[in-house]
T-cell receptor
Framework: AQSVTQLGSHVSVSEGALVLLRCNYS??????LFWYVQYPNQGLQLLLK??????LVKGINGFEAEFKKSETSFHLTKPSAHMSDAAEYFC???????????FGTGTRLLVSP | DTGVSQNPRHKITKRGQNVTFRCDPI?????LYWYRQTLGQGPEFLTY????????KSRLLSDRFSAERPKGSFSTLEIQRTEQGDSAMYLC???????????????FGPGTRLTVL
């Protein structure tokens, strides 16, 4: 079964600093990969998705992620953190032929002024 | 508001009681999903409907759990004889799709937070 691993349950950055959230996947075939954001007491919002097209994927709010097959990674980055980016971020994979999403354990991003 | 809605948003119950949650998907969406999220974890898939047919069920969905989508619109998730381990956020999502091989974005509702005392 396909899965994702998120390294680091918490990441702290200063406002204006680079954001890097790590996600590695396990899959024998090219997967569909996603990053979601969750604000407190809210549902999940899709940031971006990889669906076997361009390996560099741009999403909302200035986030982007690069699919690297050789490293089985799909890390999320943002050049300059904003206070409003503080939230929980989840990487997810969708198995081909199935509809369910398999999520990682999440990374909480803390942004300090 | 045309997003996914869930009711109630919060539910506190005593162990052994039955609870039922409702999810109203985006109106034109034919697929509906239930996930469970416990504290500090990512959402875990429970079940999935296409129209009124329940097509996938997780092993997490024990015999105390039952989900329905009788008319292919809203869905209900019932938990019988609740246990403290059932305390979690229950998330609903919906999407539109006709082919299993194509990607269809899932839109999530705000969730129902269940606390079992």
């Amino acid at each position: 079964a396909q899965s994702v691993t998120q390294l680091g349950s918490h990441v702290s950055v200063s406002e204006g600093a680079l954001v890097l959230l790590r996600c590695n996947y396990s899959s024998s075939v090219p997967p569909y990969l996603f990053w979601y954001v969750q604000y407190p007491n809210q549902g999940l919002q899709l940031l971006l998705k990889y669906t076997s097209a361009a390996t560099l994927v741009k999403g909302i709010n200035g986030f982007e992620a690069e699919f690297k097959k050789s490293e089985t990674s799909f890390h999320l980055t943002k050049p300059s953190a904003h206070m409003s980016d503080a939230a929980e971020y989840f990487c997810a994979v969708r198995n081909t032929g199935f509809q369910k999403l398999v999520f990682g354990t999440g990374t909480r991003l803390l942004v300090s002024p | 508001d045309t997003g996914v809605s869930q009711n109630p948003r919060h539910k506190i119950t005593k162990r052994g009681q039955n609870v039922t949650f409702r999810c109203d998907p985006i109106s034109e969406h034919n697929r509906l999903y239930w996930y469970r999220q416990t504290l500090g974890q990512g959402p875990e898939f429970l079940t999935y409907f296409q129209n009124e047919a329940q097509l996938e069920k997780s092993r997490l969905l024990s015999d105390r759990f039952s989900a329905e989508r009788p008319k292919g619109s809203f869905s209900t998730l019932e938990i019988q004889r609740t246990e403290q381990g059932d305390s979690a956020m229950y998330l609903c999502a919906s999407s539109f799709g006709t082919s299993a091989s194509t990607y269809n974005e899932q839109f999530f509702g705000p969730g129902t937070r269940l606390t079992v005392l």
